[in-house]
C-alpha cells in the first residue's frame, strides 16, 4: 500500500486544474445503461472509483472505449449478469445500475453495495422509489432482486429525505416508465441536475431538477448523446481548505463558485479569502484563522464531504469551532488520527468541539475513509516535521492526483510505493 510523505510548512501558490466530479460521473456511467444508443462522456475524473465503474459497465456487456479526451460506452449488447461482490464492494455508487438494468429488461439482480465505513447509507429509498413505479422489490442472500416484467408506470414518489442516491435511482427509472413521474423531496444537489442534464441529452423529458420536484415525461426515446461532466465541487473545496492550512495563494481553475456557496461562506467566517477569476476562483489564506460553527446538510448546506477537511481547518484556527455531522453517524473516523497531530478535539454524539490553536506535529496517521484521508494530507501541510499517511488508496478512489497537484502548488509531498 502507498504512503504519503509530507513535510510541513510551506505556503502553497500557483494555479490546480478541477476535475470532473467524480459524484456526477458515477450516476452517468450507469444511466448509459439504460439506452441501446451510444453516450460520450467527457471530463470524467481519473480516479479509481470511475475505473471500476467502467470496470462494472464492461462486466454487464457494455462495450467501453476512451482516450485522453473522453470516454464513449456502448450498450446495445449488454445482458442482465450478476456482478461479483469484490467488484461491487468497493464503492457504493454500483447500486446505480439497478434501475437501468430493470429498465432495460425488466428485471435485475444487484449485490448490495460497499464503500467507506462511514455509517448506515440504507437502501430503502431506492427499492421504495422502484416500487412507487410499479416493481417488485426484495433483497435476498445479499441481493437486491426486482422484477417488473410488465413494465414500470409513472407514478409519485415521494422521498422520505433527500437522498442524491434514491434522487438519481428514480430519475433513471422514471425515464424508462410509461407516463409522467413526480419525484418529491428530491435531492437538489449540483450532481443530480448534471444527471438530468446527460439524460435530456439522450432523450429523456425532465422538469424542475435542483429543486425539491421533478416531473419525468416516459418512457424515452433514447438517442445517441455526448454530455461533459461538472467540475467537482468537493475536489475544489478541498484545495480552498488546503490553501486555509497551509497558507498561500491558489487559483482552482474550472471552480465554480455557485456549488460552493455554503462552502465558501464558512471559509470567509474563518478569515479566508475568495473570489472569481477569468478561469474560475482565486482562494488567499491568512495565519490568524478564526473559529467557526459547522453543520452538515444536504445542499445547498454545508457538504458533509467537506466536513473532515474543514476540521483540519479549525485545528489551526485561534478558539473553539464546532462542527455538526447531521448526515451521516460515523463520519468523525479521522478524529483520532488528527489527535496523534496533536489536535484537541472532543466527540459528543453528533458533535465535534475542536479547541485550535495548537501548533500539529507531524505523526505516522493511518487513512480510514476517502475525505477522512484528505483531512489528514491537509493536516500535514501544517504540522511541524514529517507526516506519514498510510492506506492512501482510499484518496485514489475520488482525488486525481491529489501529491502532484498539492506538490506543483510548493508543497513538499510525495507519494512512496511499498
Not at 16 to 26: D, E, M, Q, T, Y
Not at 121 to 133: C, E, F, G, Q
Not at 163 to 190: D, F
Amino acid at each position: 500500500m502507498d504512503q504519503l510523505r509530507i513535510i510541513g510548512g510551506q505556503p502553497l501558490s500557483g494555479a490546480v486544474s478541477i476535475a470532473g466530479a467524480k459524484n456526477a460521473g458515477l450516476p452517468q456511467i450507469a444511466a448509459a445503461l439504460l439506452s441501446t444508443a451510444p453516450l460520450e462522456l467527457t471530463n470524467l475524473p481519473k480516479v479509481s472509483d470511475v475505473a471500476n465503474m467502467l470496470r462494472v459497465a464492461g462486466i454487464y456487456g457494455a462495450e467501453v472505449t476512451q482516450d485522453a479526451r473522453a470516454v464513449r460506452i456502448d450498450a446495445s449488447a449488454i445482458e442482465p449478469r450478476e456482478v461479483d461482490y469484490e467488484t461491487v464492494r468497493k464503492m457504493r455508487a454500483t447500486m446505480l445500475v439497478l434501475a437501468p438494468l430493470l429498465v432495460r429488461f425488466g428485471k435485475a439482480r444487484v449485490s448490495l453495495p460497499g464503500g467507506c465505513a462511514i455509517g448506515a447509507r440504507p437502501v430503502d429509498m431506492h427499492l421504495k422509489a422502484l416500487s412507487a413505479l410499479g416493481a417488485t422489490v426484495s433483497v435476498e442472500g445479499g441481493y437486491i432482486v426486482a422484477d417488473a416484467a410488465a413494465g414500470l408506470t409513472g407514478g409519485r414518489i415521494v422521498l422520505p429525505g433527500p437522498s442524491v442516491g434514491a434522487t438519481e435511482t428514480a430519475l433513471m427509472a422514471a425515464t424508462g416508465a410509461r407516463g409522467e413521474t413526480e419525484i418529491v423531496n428530491a435531492a437538489r444537489e449540483p450532481e443530480v441536475v448534471d444527471l438530468a442534464h446527460c439524460l435530456i441529452a439522450m432523450g429523456a423529458e425532465i422538469e424542475g431538477a435542483g429543486t425539491h420536484r421533478i416531473l419525468v415525461r416516459g418512457p424515452t426515446q433514447w438517442r445517441a448523446a455526448s454530455h461533459h461532466g461538472i467540475p467537482d465541487r468537493i475536489e475544489a473545496g478541498t484545495y480552498a481548505a488546503a490553501v486555509a492550512v497551509a497558507g498561500g495563494q491558489i487559483e482552482l481553475v474550472n471552480a465554480r463558485l455557485e456549488h460552493m456557496a455554503a462552502a465558501c461562506q464558512t471559509l470567509e467566517a474563518m478569515g479566508i479569502t475568495l473570489w472569481p477569476s477569468d478561469r474560475g476562483v482565486v482562494v488567499s489564506g491568512t495565519d490568524r484563522r478564526k473559529p467557526a460553527e459547522i453543520a452538515t446538510e444536504p445542499y445547498p448546506g454545508f457538504p458533509t464531504d467537506l466536513q473532515a477537511q474543514f476540521m483540519a481547518i479549525a485545528c489551526l484556527a485561534s478558539g473553539t469551532t464546532i462542527i455538526r455531522e447531521t448526515i451521516f453517524e460515523n463520519r468523525f473516523m479521522h478524529v483520532p488520527e488528527l489527535r496523534r497531530l496533536g489536535a484537541d478535539i472532543t466527540l459528543s454524539g453528533s458533535t465535534a468541539i475542536v479547541r485550535g490553536g495548537a501548533p500539529l506535529k507531524g505523526a505516522q496517521v493511518m487513512a480510514t475513509d476517502l475525505r477522512a484521508s484528505v483531512s489528514l494530507v491537509l493536516a500535514g501541510l501544517a504540522a511541524e516535521g514529517e507526516t506519514i499517511v498510510n492506506r492512501v488508496y482510499h484518496l485514489d478512489r475520488g482525488y486525481e492526483h491529489l501529491d502532484r497537484k498539492l506538490a506543483q502548488c510548493g508543497a513538499q509531498i510525495e507519494r512512496i510505493s511499498q
